[in-house]
């Protein structure tokens, strides 16, 4: 059967092996042959095919495959026997297995089990796609046996299929889609429970399922938004069943790749329950292994997290610290077998780069004795570490100690620093304080590997990023004592170079700033060198030198460059210990990566500067630099800078290091455009019901709903907001508040400034008055400004947000009512006497935001004493267009597997919604409205084609022609399609011919 070519390419090394297959195999090979040749026939135009239906043809033909079969494990699988036999198996199997013949198909199905299992990976060299037809069309039809089989067959193939390509994978994902294979196996799923099935029944197709959405991402929607599989899942997860918890611990990880279905496994709480019960050390390692790595997949995000985090926190860390230290009674290292365990648990002790309250829990379950006993060996069992001297053979065990776990440990160790307390102080054991020891570590093997590896030792390249900025988040750790242990010991280790280092540092920055060097010509290297330099710009002691040879002007160069080049750098793109997941099997998850995001050089870069910036200014307001040792040549050039950064759309880190940075030239907060609309309300006398009367009389109309949403402390006690009857009966009526007369006039024109507008500017002699009324008030994130304490780890920019006085509470004291008077969105008007949709609002909050509204409000006329304004559009954009005004953002359509799996018919509401703001936009106009309307309205259109004709449809109604402009040419390619169909009927003749045309200018393109 093998080509004559081959065989004469191959020559005597093919004969050579030919003879040492042994004549009984042989013989069996050509038994198989001769019976396989009874049915399988040259089709025209589709190959060869298996065309026979004669049951005992089928029969002698699986006899003849089984005894083949079973002389296999003698042969290499890479044979030309068995490459040559496999293919016409394949053949047959996938024909015999469309048999009406019970006792024939039984047989077949598990004669394909045992030849998928004998293959393994080496089935991706052969074509399984009819085989695979014929075993999902099979699946949800026979007994339980057959199921098994087919379950086991099937996820052997799609398993050991490797690596495809694209059109490979399309064509088998066509293949499950056509089979409806994913809803059988939940069918065959759901059916388990009865007590009737074996564990093999579940666990198969558990495990098949797992496979098929671990691989082919879109099927998820289809297994997690099956609540009644979902709690068959957390049935079988409660059973005292090994093997199934496992199954459903591993589906779950699966799931939890999508962001929703993470969300929907945290809603159930028994199965969360039982998920982080199987962390303990009461299950097996295998169990534990499997909820350790689904708890990192439910933890991709910060938000999600905290799902998790809120009510198991405790749980789940003692899990964590059990598998870190489970081994340390009965060794000095980790054992061979625990290291997958240990690994994993490593994985999920990542959980420290969000804020919570897990952090407390890490620390009184002794992280820190858990990393130190990882990093240089248990420290309990070892006489040289009771009493331990910081020293190089302390160095030595951590380098004897070789483990791929040591980028965790720094990690890790570097995410505690940040988030803890300024008082925090580690707990000490016996005479070894593990967390003194941790640090001394770090800023050693740090020191190593940032002064050019100078010492005798030479970790592996891949230590140094996590090292490094482990010591980086150390020195600038909240903590007084942290910061201050680590800055001690880095000093000492980096005096005996002199400024050698530091040089090396500023050489390296002076050929970025000026050019001379790609920005990422090397990301790691480039990396590793800031972050080198942001740890010497935290010593007090190397300070004046940097700032004296211009490195802060080449910080702020590189920023520039960096501004400008728009290079995106994530830490996960050059650090390796990060990727235990591809990107590419991760869904509709939001929000996800470090603080840093994809800006990690310019995120080093603001650290750098952070540290010298206090120094430098106050080396300038001292005068003890000289006019030509000036600190950065361009001030105004270097806010401008950092005041794009924070209107830019880089991430967060980045963000809150410029807003910091700014705070030192006298701005405090982020400008915004719904504080610059604010800031009109601040000046509104007329809607204001609160007055504040300073002790030297002077006074402030305020309003309450700005107080409540902003600054609650400066409302008075007895009564949050006024009473909503009163006000009605007298809208004039202000509540008057005295304050007391520590406050002064200035100081509270301040605070309602930020209150107002999140953002003022303040010279330095206001300072001090400012941060005792900050405090005063509890507006904690001015307070940290004004104190220039640098940015709490993880933490998001102050925004003006007045989204809380949307909550309905006692004490909104809602004046006026928007009604929807569209059709768009379903509306219960039982829940209410009004009979059409509406919406509560403030006037001041409509009145700061839109000019239509506030001439309204001034005209006089009858509507601007009205309680109710009607408002053309429908129930769903009337609420987007409210939370506009409260919160300054248009709530976007995320494009994930919940909108791709959505009603069409709920589709088109949502798309409706942005075409009635869009057209209310410029009657009232709301510029930014109409312009993220479109915006919306255009990535949806380009993303899904089908729903265009309809939105086209509804934007022509409306006048909105540049909708059906987009739209049009969206679609132009489906113009002989769609008049053939009879979809063009609905259309306009306007529309209509605007499709002929565009569709002609597409055609002419094409030719």
């Given at each position: ?6 065989a ?10 030919e ?14 042959h ?28 699986l ?29 047959a ?18 004669l ?13 060299q ?47 994902c ?5 089979t409806?294979?994913?809803?059988s ?8 429970g ?19 959405i ?9 297994v ?8 068959v899942?957390?049935g ?13 611990l591993?589906?779950?990880s ?10 929907k ?20 390692d ?6 350790l ?12 997290s905290?799902?998790?985090t809120d ?9 964590i ?7 340390r ?5 980790v ?11 490593f ?13 407390f ?12 006993d ?5 420290c ?23 483990t ?10 570097g995410w ?10 580690p ?10 020891v ?18 005798s ?45 530091l040089e ?17 010509s090397?990301?790691?290297?480039t ?14 002691d ?17 920023i ?16 390796s ?14 929000h ?9 050089i ?10 010298l ?18 600190v950065v ?12 950064i924070?209107?830019?759309?880089s991430s ?5 290091y ?15 455009k ?19 009367v ?19 402390d ?9 009473d909503e ?13 005295r ?5 002064d ?13 999140g953002f ?7 300072l ?19 104190h220039?304490?640098?940015p ?11 989204t ?44 700061a935001?839109?000019?239509y ?27 987007k ?22 009603d069409?018919?709920?589709q ?48 022509a ?7 059906v402009?987009v ?21 306009s ?10 569709y ?6 094409g030719?």
């Amino acid at each position: 059967m093998g080509s004559s070519s081959k065989a004469g390419n191959k020559g005597g090394r093919k004969m050579k092996k030919e003879k040492e297959i042994s004549d009984q195999t042989l013989t069996l090979r050509r038994r198989l042959h001769e019976a396989l040749s009874l049915g399988i026939r040259q089709i025209e135009n589709k190959g060869r095919r298996w065309r026979c239906t004669d049951a005992e043809i089928q029969s002698h033909s699986l006899r003849a495959i089984s005894a083949f079969i079973k002389c296999m494990p003698s042969v290499p699988l890479q044979h030309s026997l068995i490459k040559e036999s496999v293919p016409d198996m394949l053949l047959a199997l996938g024909g015999i297995l469309q048999s009406e013949n019970e006792s024939i198909l039984c047989l077949a199905v598990d004669l394909t089990m045992e030849l998928v299992c004998s293959l393994g990976k080496s089935i991706c060299q052969y074509h399984v796609l009819d085989i695979l037809m014929s075993l999902s069309c099979l699946l949800p039809t026979y007994k339980v046996s057959v199921v098994v089989s087919c379950a086991t067959a099937l996820n052997r193939i799609l398993t050991n299929l490797g690596a495809m390509s694209y059109q490979y994978s399309e064509e088998v994902c066509e293949v499950i889609v056509k089979t409806n294979l994913v809803r059988s196996v939940i069918c065959v799923m759901q059916g388990y429970g009865d007590g009737s099935q074996p564990v093999e029944y579940f666990s198969e197709t558990a495990c098949l399922l797992k496979t098929i959405i671990w691989r082919w991402p879109s099927f998820r929607y289809h297994v997690w938004s099956n609540s009644k599989l979902m709690d068959v899942l957390q049935g079988i997860s409660a059973r005292n069943d090994t093997l199934n918890t496992r199954r459903v611990l591993q589906l779950c990880s699966a799931l939890a790749l999508c962001g929703n279905g993470a969300r929907k496994i945290l809603e159930n709480e028994e199965l969360v329950s039982k998920i982080v019960g199987c962390t303990g050390t009461s299950h097996l390692d295998s169990v534990r292994l499997e909820a350790l790595k689904l708890c990192q997949h439910l933890t991709r995000s910060a938000e999600v997290s905290s799902l998790l985090t809120d009510s198991y926190s405790e749980q789940i860390v003692q899990g964590i610290i059990g598998a870190l230290g489970g081994w340390r009674s009965c060794s000095k290292i980790v054992p061979t077998d625990q290291i997958p365990l240990v690994m994993e648990a490593f994985r999920a002790a990542l959980i420290t780069r969000w804020a919570g309250n897990h952090h407390f829990f890490f620390w009184s379950n002794e992280i820190d004795r858990a990393l130190l006993d990882n990093l240089i060996g248990n420290c309990s069992r070892s006489d040289q570490t009771r009493g331990m001297v910081l020293c190089d053979e302390l160095i030595a065990k951590v380098y004897d100690n070789i483990t791929n776990t040591r980028p965790f440990i720094w990690d890790i160790l570097g995410w505690l620093a940040a988030y803890c307390e300024e008082d925090f102080v580690p707990k000490t054991t016996g005479k070894l304080c593990c967390l003194d020891v941790l640090i001394f570590c770090a800023c050693a093997v740090a020191k190593d590997l940032m002064l050019k590896r100078r010492s005798s030792f030479s970790p592996d390249i891949s230590e140094a990023e996590p090292v490094a900025r482990a010591v980086l988040m150390l020195v600038t750790s909240p903590s007084r004592y942290i910061a201050l242990k680590s800055k001690s010991w880095l000093f000492e280790m980096a005096r005996p170079y002199g400024n050698d280092g530091l040089e090396s540092f500023l050489l390296f920055l002076k050929l970025i700033a000026g050019g001379d060097v790609p920005l990422v010509s090397d990301n790691l290297q480039t990396a590793i060198n800031l972050i080198g330099f942001a740890c010497y710009s935290a010593l007090p002691d190397f300070q004046k030198t940097i700032v004296k040879k211009k490195g802060l002007q080449m910080i702020s160069d590189i920023i520039e460059r960096c501004l400008k080049s728009d290079i995106h750098v994530s830490r996960s793109t050059i650090v390796s210990h990060l990727r235990s997941i591809p990107e590419e099997k991760t869904c509709c998850w939001n929000h996800v990566g470090d603080w840093e995001g994809g800006d990690v050089i310019l995120f080093y870069c603001l650290q750098a500067l952070s540290q010298l910036i206090s120094f430098s200014m106050l080396e300038c307001n001292q005068h003890e630099i000289t006019s030509e040792e000036v600190v950065v040549s361009d001030a105004d050039g270097l806010v401008e800078k950092l005041q794009f950064i924070l209107h830019s759309n880089s991430s967060q880190g980045p963000k809150r290091y410029a807003a910091y940075i700014l705070s030192f030239f006298g701005s405090f907060g982020t400008q915004s455009k719904l504080g610059q609309k604010m800031e009109r309300a601040l000046n509104e006398n007329e809607l204001a019901d609160l007055q504040f009367v300073l002790s030297n009389g002077q006074s402030l109309r305020v309003h309450s709903v700005i107080l409540w949403a902003r600054c609650p402390d400066l409302l008075p006690k007895e009564t949050s907001l006024k009473d909503e009857q009163e006000s009605e009966q007298n809208p004039r009526t202000r509540q008057e508040v005295r304050m007391s007369d520590r406050v002064d006039y200035y100081s509270l024109i301040k605070i309602l400034e930020y209150t107002y507008t999140g953002f003022l500017r303040l010279e330095e002699d206001h300072l001090k008055p400012l941060k005792i009324l900050a405090n005063c008030c509890r507006l904690k994130s001015l307070s940290l400004m004004l104190h220039r304490k640098l940015p709490t780890w993880g933490s998001s920019s102050p925004s003006c947000d007045f989204t809380k006085a949307l909550e309905p509470t006692e004490s909104s004291c809602f004046d006026i009512i928007l009604e929807a008077e569209g059709s768009g969105g379903a509306w219960d008007c039982s829940i209410c006497q009004l009979s059409r949709p509406h919406v509560h609002a403030h006037k001041i909050i409509l009145w700061a935001n839109c000019n239509y509204l506030q001439a309204l409000f001034r005209s006089g006329m009858h509507e601007s004493y009205s309680q109710i304004i009607k408002v053309p559009v429908g129930w769903i954009a009337l609420t987007k267009l409210v939370n506009y005004f409260y919160s300054g953002k248009l709530l976007r359509i995320e494009t994930d597997c919940t909108w791709k799996n959505m009603d069409k018919n709920q589709q088109l509401l949502q798309l409706q919604a942005y075409v009635e703001l869009s057209s209310l936009a410029e009657f009232w106009l709301l510029e930014e409205v109409g312009d993220e309307s479109l915006d919306i309205i255009f990535s949806c259109l380009e993303a899904d084609q089908k729903i265009s004709a309809d939105i086209i449809h509804y934007a022509a109604k409306l006048s909105q022609w540049k909708i059906v402009e987009v739209g049009v040419s969206s679609i132009a390619h489906l113009y002989p399609k769609m008049r053939h169909a009879g979809d063009l009927e609905k259309l306009s003749e306007e529309v209509v011919e605007m499709l002929r045309t565009e569709y002609v200018r597409y055609s002419q393109k094409g030719s």
